[in-house]
């Protein structure tokens, strides 16, 4: 069954022998001096557990590793002295007692660094090499072309003992295969393993029976280790695989499928190779060349290429189960024996089956081709962890696969379990690998690898640049965890990829796994020597580049219940944030494509491990403050580069939350250096500073109650630990702990300015820091785009949360907290200290914090209103107007302050100007500049300070001028209103020319400034039509003094008639400007009638001494008796008397009440030449004042009627005992007859909306037909008017008795009468003035035309002389004569 010795002697066989061992002359090897040689027998060899093996890897161009020493040393052992370790690394977490540095950590897993490296392979990261780890000596092996590395890998030591051997006969290209080793399980007179490696392609093998014992005592005599060249190996032939098969001996895998059985001890133990190969059929095979092709043809030309080659768990004491498998799923099992006897129990194709299982676990692979299949790997499979059925011993293999379905550029990766029993194969549960999905780099120096140590919960793919960590675990029985299982459908699980970074170039060249050592069914020596005794399962990787690191499953219990770890997103971003930023890390924590995460998830994830990092949960529990804060601030800076790196695409709301965390541990941060700093200041046993008594006061809902039982006795150290995530509240706590002490009679001023200065320190740290911490990261946590205005965003802030900076209670104190400090500053400053009065270095500390201070609120209160603002709620948006209200009263008083009681007259002006407060930062330039002019007029100063105070008052007319440039209309509107209110009108049309587009543009801005606008444009600008448009507008529309409006009206006719006259060519208005003039001289018109009643009631009000009093007397000099029972005529007339004495303006309707109401007291001839013109004077204030027709005939009709009313018309219808002259003149002096003369006169009812009206028509005025201006009042006070107007109507209707309608045609037609003759006589007199017009113009046209004749002759004349003027004029004069 086995091939026979190589060197042709009798086949070894396997006994126990009792007697001494004893080295053979040229055995190599020397024991201990005084160490007592262990007898060999059945127990020395102990099963390895995970035997270290190694495979066949592909040489790359790499630097080979210099040999030390000489080129002519002996192949032997060269031994590096261990000495004091280095000084770990910064940025290196070494927490762990072993020295290790953890790289990454969660709650299924840890990734650390082993200390132990040679420093041979430290200096030279990029020598090419592979190895393998031996968990059960503890040691590590390395092989380059040149050299065998051996240490202790779990020492606690930088630079352990370490063993490096030259190989004999190394390969003599860089491109050959790397050599192949083993450690060998220890002899009985060492405690160190041995070694054997093995040149692929040559086939020698040389073997080291200890590598602590390997060297002899005169290295010219002997060799160190036994040497063979592997017999029968075929041209081209390699080896691929060296595998420990201990206590049964080795296991070489070959390049051709050929699989030969390696001893490195004889029967008696002593040091000797033997190799024999292995064949599948039954009979001896001859070692010829002939043989070993035969061999090669007949059994393993079907294996192809060999994927891996392994042992399972020792049972029996020299015997072992090997499996091997190859890469397109052909499985054979031997049983091998120690001496070479191998049986094969089970050979079976399982290409077929595996792939059917997996698409039908799997239908979305369906269309994959079954030629992708591949087996990279595999291990044996515990039957706990697989078989549940009664215990069956004729039971084959039970198996643990690495598969893989190529499918274009990627590959899905399967862990298969199959059972192996003769010719079948058995699939089991199929366990996807879907977070790797990377092929197989045919470059890489190791193939993949699969490890599943005990209890078999857990198994590792060590793939070249990345592990996969993924749970075995099955969940807790239950009808769907059954269902599911039976369909092949098994829950997800844990599953997590551990990759490295691309940049640094490493790679996975060896590994090996450890496990937790416990009660086993294996053989195991109770007196084996364990350097490391692994407490966790795990996988120890030696990676180029990065070391030796170990990847431990460290909560493996916790897999198998119903409450099992998952991959999450916070569990990455812990990982990324918490190890990212380690020194020289080899992990890379990027989320590979696989795993990826919704954005909405990421988001929540950091925001929730934001909070954690701000309340100190692990691993961030440290009690040194300072420490503890740098670490958070540190923590929260790498959780947003890592986001940033990862270019996930958070949504606003998530990132300004982001932001706004890190704030709050900005602004901690200077807290507790403020509190840190000023209780160092305090006396022993009077330590305590405001922020002990804001922590007392925040209520328990709102912070961490420390425990007294686990020592946390410091209440601000434990708020700083844990609370700071509510910084917001502690906040505005600093202005209600002096408002509450202060109020419950606690401290006194004294006191109160020492807490006051404490606070203004803890408000103006923590809000200030957090402003800039917020404009200085902006961009770090994605929100490069938004736009801050002194730390607060300007706009945008629909959609986001409430700004911790400017919550309500934080706005309010703030301002609050200036107020409290600009009236103690007020009241102390400046002030010769007393008893219970501030210190002077406290006042003048606040007082130099109080600019700060009142910056500060501004910018929180802003911050409030304009998130208040952009919210949808009403009561959000009065909270906005509100707070705007008192932030401007707080800024304008508190800016003031500071340059008018406090000295600080820069730091206002700069104050202003930062927050843009321009009505202020003109009144403060302005004042200073005035200031600084007067003073330097006073009497007695010095030369210097006279040309002080007028650099002075030079540089802030330049700030003046400078923030034209800056602010532009703006401050332009600011500055040149605050010249008005002042009254500095001659300053503001004088001293700024510079600024004249400007000032001309706000004079013309509003109407109010028409008065001095129109001015600007006359003597400034040349602008008459501007002037006009601004006068006629003012007089028009806005004006309310009747002086100023007949002043401007008549200003702005002049300007437009001079405006229009330019304008067109001919010199005619155009007609819109005819439109303006006549609207300007109705206006007139109006106001000369208003100037005439007062010049009528002026002699009535001349006693009086106030308005008051002149009202008054001009309603009992000129009141109406009539209208004692019209209370609303009465108010109405005393409304319109009340104007005309205040010199009001008065619109055509207030002038018909006044003059149609008021009472017909005579006092001098010309008060009746006034009464009778009083009603023509009410028609025409109609005609001027009212434009609507319907209004204006209404209008009409109450005149009319009001004017019938004026008379007797009893007396006037008595014509008893009187003659036709004496009654004409009786009807002369009735109202009736003098309106209606007047109006022939003037010629009134030209005007086709302008007739006389008689009773019948006037009657019903203003009781159907309600004037305009009553319409908008309330309804009882309009039918209050309507009953007047109805009583003046039956007062008409009364005179109806006495003839009114015909008296009133009679009156009219005598009126008519009269007027035609006058007009008659005006008219003869007008033609003989006509005619001597005529006359003279012809005499001067004579005259005209004889000069003329006379100055043609003299043209033509010789003699030249000069006509006398004198003749002409006496001429003139003569005819005027």
């Known amino acids: 069954m086995f091939s026979p010795a190589p060197n042709g002697a009798a086949p070894p066989t396997v006994r126990t022998s009792r007697r001494r061992q004893r080295p053979l002359s040229n055995e190599g090897s020397l024991s201990a001096p005084k160490g007592k040689r262990q007898r060999l027998n059945d127990q020395t060899f102990v099963p390895p557990g995970a035997a270290p093996e190694m495979e066949e890897a592909k040489s790359l161009m790499v630097p080979a590793l210099a040999r030390p020493g000489s080129a002519g040393e002996p192949a032997g052992l060269q031994r590096e002295i261990a000495v004091r370790g280095k000084k770990s690394r910064s940025g290196e977490r070494s927490t762990k007692g072993d020295g290790s540095c953890v790289l990454t950590s969660n709650d299924t897993y840890t990734v650390s660094k082993l200390p132990a490296l040679p420093d041979m392979l430290r200096a030279d990261t990029t020598v090419h090499q592979h190895g393998a780890i031996n968990s059960d000596s503890g040691y590590a092996l390395t092989l380059t072309h040149t050299h065998a590395i051996v240490w202790p890998y779990a020492a606690n030591i930088q630079s352990p003992e370490t063993f490096t051997f030259a190989l004999p006969q190394p390969s003599k290209r860089s491109t050959d295969p790397l050599p192949l080793g083993s450690l060998v399980s220890h002899s009985a007179s060492s405690i160190e393993p041995g070694l054997v490696v093995v040149i692929p392609t040559s086939g020698k093998i040389t073997y080291w029976e200890s590598v602590s014992s390997a060297a002899t005592l005169d290295l010219r005599l002997q060799r160190n280790g036994v040497e063979l060249s592997i017999p029968g190996m075929l041209s081209g032939e390699t080896v691929i695989q060296i595998l420990n098969a201990e206590t049964a001996g080795f296991v070489l895998a070959f390049s051709t499928g050929r699989i030969a059985y390696m001893a490195v001890r004889d029967g008696q133990g002593r040091p000797a190779i033997s190799v024999q190969f292995l064949r599948s059929g039954s009979g001896p095979t001859s070692g010829s060349i002939f043989g070993s092709i035969r061999n090669v043809l007949s059994s393993s030309a079907w294996r192809g290429d060999i994927a891996a080659v392994r042992a399972g768990r020792q049972e029996k004491v020299g015997e072992r189960n090997v499996v091997l498998a190859t890469a397109k799923g052909k499985l054979q099992s031997w049983n091998i024996h120690r001496g070479g006897h191998a049986a094969i129990n089970g050979d079976a194709e399982g290409r077929e089956a595996i792939v059917m299982a997996i698409k039908a676990n799997n239908p979305e692979l369906s269309d994959l081709l079954i030629e992708g299949f591949e087996i990279h790997d595999f291990?044996?499979?515990?039957?706990?962890?697989?078989?549940?059925?009664?215990?069956?011993?004729?039971?084959?293999?039970?198996?643990?696969?690495?598969?893989?379905?190529?499918?274009?550029?990627?590959?899905?990766?399967?862990?298969?379990?199959?059972?192996?029993?003769?010719?079948?194969?058995?699939?089991?549960?199929?366990?996807?690998?879907?977070?790797?999905?990377?092929?197989?780099?045919?470059?890489?120096?190791?193939?993949?690898?699969?490890?599943?140590?005990?209890?078999?919960?857990?198994?590792?793919?060590?793939?070249?640049?990345?592990?996969?960590?993924?749970?075995?675990?099955?969940?807790?029985?239950?009808?769907?965890?059954?269902?599911?299982?039976?369909?092949?459908?098994?829950?997800?699980?844990?599953?997590?990829?551990?990759?490295?970074?691309?940049?640094?170039?490493?790679?996975?060249?060896?590994?090996?796994?450890?496990?937790?050592?416990?009660?086993?069914?294996?053989?195991?020596?109770?007196?084996?020597?364990?350097?490391?005794?692994?407490?966790?399962?795990?996988?120890?990787?030696?990676?180029?580049?990065?070391?030796?690191?170990?990847?431990?499953?460290?909560?493996?219990?916790?897999?198998?219940?119903?409450?099992?770890?998952?991959?999450?997103?916070?569990?990455?971003?812990?990982?990324?944030?918490?190890?990212?930023?380690?020194?020289?890390?080899?992990?890379?924590?990027?989320?590979?494509?696989?795993?990826?995460?919704?954005?909405?998830?990421?988001?929540?994830?950091?925001?929730?491990?934001?909070?954690?990092?701000?309340?100190?949960?692990?691993?961030?529990?440290?009690?040194?403050?300072?420490?503890?804060?740098?670490?958070?601030?540190?923590?929260?800076?790498?959780?947003?580069?890592?986001?940033q790196a990862s270019g996930v695409v958070l949504d606003r709301r998530t990132k300004w939350e982001l932001l706004c965390n890190a704030e709050k541990l900005a602004a901690a941060t200077i807290m507790w250096k403020c509190y840190d700093d000023t209780v160092k200041n305090l006396p022993h046993g009077q330590k305590h500073g405001l922020m002990a008594d804001v922590v007392d006061f925040i209520h328990e809902n709102e912070k961490v109650e420390p425990n007294k039982e686990k020592g946390e006795l410091d209440r601000v150290r434990h708020w700083f630990i844990h609370d700071v995530i509510k910084v917001q509240i502690a906040v505005p706590w600093a202005y209600q702990v002096i408002k509450y002490t202060y109020q419950d009679g606690q401290k006194d001023h004294a006191s109160v300015m020492d807490i006051l200065s404490e606070a203004d320190d803890m408000v103006l740290g923590a809000l200030q820091a957090a402003f800039d911490f917020r404009t200085a990261n902006l961009r770090l946590y994605g929100l490069g785009e938004e736009q801050l205005e002194h730390g607060i965003l300007k706009s945008g802030y629909e959609g986001l949360d409430e700004f911790w900076t400017s919550t309500f209670f934080v706005a309010e104190t703030a301002r609050k907290q200036v107020e409290l400090a600009g009236m103690l500053l007020r009241e102390y400053w400046g002030r010769p200290a007393g008893q219970g009065a501030p210190g002077p270095e406290v006042v003048d500390k606040i007082r130099l914090d109080f600019p700060a201070l009142i910056d500060i609120a501004i910018r929180s209160n802003t911050e409030r209103i304009r998130w208040s603002l952009a919210q949808d709620s009403p009561a959000a948006q009065e909270q906005a107007n509100q707070v705007r209200l008192a932030l401007a009263k707080v800024q304008e008083e508190h800016i003031s302050s500071l340059a008018t009681d406090l000295e600080l007259i820069d730091k206002a002006i700069a104050l202003a100007e930062k927050h843009e407060i321009l009505p202020v930062l003109a009144s403060l330039l302005q004042w200073e500049l005035s200031g600084s002019r007067l003073k330097s007029r006073q009497p007695g100063l010095s030369d210097e300070a006279v040309e002080f105070l007028l650099n002075r008052a030079n540089e802030v007319k330049a700030s003046i001028e400078r923030l034209f440039t800056k602010f532009g209309a703006r401050w332009a509107m600011a500055f040149f209103e605050h010249e008005i209110e002042v009254g500095a009108m001659g300053q503001l049309l004088d001293e700024w020319t510079e600024e004249q587009p400007y000032l001309t543009k706000f004079l013309r801005s509003k109407s109010e400034y028409a008065r001095v606008s129109w001015i600007n444009d006359v003597t400034r600008e040349?602008?008459?039509?501007?002037?006009?448009?601004?006068?006629?507008?003012?007089?028009?529309?806005?004006?309310?003094?009747?002086?100023?409006?007949?002043?401007?009206?008549?200003?702005?006719?002049?300007?437009?008639?001079?405006?229009?006259?330019?304008?067109?060519?001919?010199?005619?208005?155009?007609?819109?400007?005819?439109?303006?003039?006549?609207?300007?001289?109705?206006?007139?018109?109006?106001?000369?009638?208003?100037?005439?009643?007062?010049?009528?009631?002026?002699?009535?009000?001349?006693?009086?001494?106030?308005?008051?009093?002149?009202?008054?007397?001009?309603?009992?000099?000129?009141?109406?008796?009539?209208?004692?029972?019209?209370?609303?005529?009465?108010?109405?007339?005393?409304?319109?008397?009340?104007?005309?004495?205040?010199?009001?303006?008065?619109?055509?309707?207030?002038?018909?009440?006044?003059?149609?109401?008021?009472?017909?007291?005579?006092?001098?001839?010309?008060?009746?030449?006034?009464?009778?013109?009083?009603?023509?004077?009410?028609?025409?204030?109609?005609?001027?004042?009212?434009?609507?027709?319907?209004?204006?005939?209404?209008?009409?009709?109450?005149?009319?009627?009001?004017?019938?009313?004026?008379?007797?018309?009893?007396?006037?219808n008595n014509t008893v005992e009187k003659d036709e002259q004496q009654h004409s003149e009786q009807l002369k002096k009735t109202a009736l007859y003098q309106t209606a003369y007047l109006c022939f006169k003037n010629r009134f009812f030209e005007n086709k909306n302008m007739k006389p009206m008689d009773p019948t028509e006037v009657v019903g005025a203003g009781v159907l037909d309600v004037e305009d201006r009553f319409t908008r009042l309330d309804a009882s006070i309009t039918e209050s008017i309507m009953g007047d107007m109805q009583a003046e109507d039956d007062s008409l209707a009364l005179e109806g008795k006495h003839r009114l309608g015909q008296w009133y045609s009679t009156v009219l037609e005598q009126a008519k009468q009269d007027y035609e003759t006058v007009l008659a006589e005006e008219t003869d007199d007008g033609k003989s003035m006509q005619q001597m017009e005529a006359l003279l113009a012809q005499i001067e046209g004579g005259i005209r035309a004889n000069e003329q004749s006379k100055a043609d002759s003299l043209l033509h004349s010789k003699q030249r002389y000069k006509p006398k003027p004198k003749t002409n004029g006496h001429l003139r004069q003569s005819i005027r004569n």
Not at 435 to 454: D, F, G, W
Not at 1047 to 1059: D, Q, V
């Open 379 to 643: 291990t044996y499979a515990p039957k706990s962890a697989t078989d549940t059925s009664p215990k069956n011993p004729k039971r084959g293999p039970q198996l643990l696969l690495l598969t893989s379905l190529a499918h274009r550029q990627s590959s899905h990766y399967f862990l298969v379990n199959v059972e192996l029993k003769d010719t079948e194969v058995s699939v089991g549960d199929i366990h996807p690998i879907t977070s790797y999905t990377t092929p197989i780099s045919r470059e890489a120096t190791s193939k993949p690898r699969l490890y599943l140590p005990n209890p078999a919960l857990i198994a590792y793919v060590v793939f070249d640049r990345a592990i996969v960590v993924r749970s075995m675990a099955k969940q807790p029985d239950s009808p769907d965890i059954q269902l599911r299982s039976e369909s092949h459908l098994l829950p997800q699980s844990f599953e997590d990829v551990i990759d490295f970074r691309q940049e640094m170039n490493i790679e996975v060249v060896g590994s090996g796994m450890e496990e937790p050592h416990g009660p086993l069914p294996t053989i195991e020596d109770p007196k084996l020597h364990r350097r490391h005794k692994a407490k966790h399962p795990a996988v120890v990787l030696i990676v180029r580049g990065g070391g030796v690191l170990r990847v431990a499953a460290t909560d493996v219990v916790r897999l198998d219940s119903s409450n099992a770890q998952q991959v999450t997103a916070i569990s990455k971003l812990k990982q990324a944030v918490f190890f990212g930023a380690i020194k020289d890390n080899p992990l890379s924590f990027k989320v590979r494509p696989e795993l990826q995460f919704p954005a909405e998830q990421i988001g929540e994830a950091a925001k929730e491990l934001s909070a954690q990092i701000l309340t100190s949960k692990p691993p961030l529990d440290n009690l040194a403050i300072t420490q503890s804060l740098q670490k958070r601030t540190a923590a929260l800076k790498d959780l947003a580069i890592y986001l």
């Open 1022 to 1212: 040349d602008d008459l039509e501007a002037a006009s448009s601004a006068l006629l507008d003012l007089g028009l529309k806005h004006e309310q003094d009747s002086w100023s409006k007949k002043i401007e009206l008549s200003l702005g006719k002049m300007a437009l008639l001079a405006t229009q006259s330019h304008s067109q060519a001919d010199g005619t208005i155009s007609d819109e400007g005819q439109k303006q003039l006549t609207s300007v001289s109705n206006q007139l018109g109006l106001i000369k009638i208003q100037k005439q009643i007062f010049e009528f009631i002026l002699p009535s009000i001349a006693a009086a001494i106030d308005e008051n009093a002149e009202v008054q007397l001009a309603l009992e000099s000129h009141g109406n008796k009539k209208l004692r029972k019209q209370l609303m005529l009465t108010r109405l007339l005393q409304d319109s008397m009340s104007r005309l004495v205040k010199h009001e303006v008065m619109n055509a309707s207030e002038l018909v009440d006044l003059l149609t109401l008021m009472g017909s007291q005579v006092e001098t001839f010309d008060h009746e030449d006034f009464l009778a013109s009083r009603f023509f004077l009410a028609l025409e204030a109609t005609r001027r004042g009212i434009s609507g027709k319907e209004e204006q005939l209404l209008m009409q009709r109450i005149i009319w009627r009001r004017c019938m009313l004026n008379d007797d018309w009893a007396q006037v």
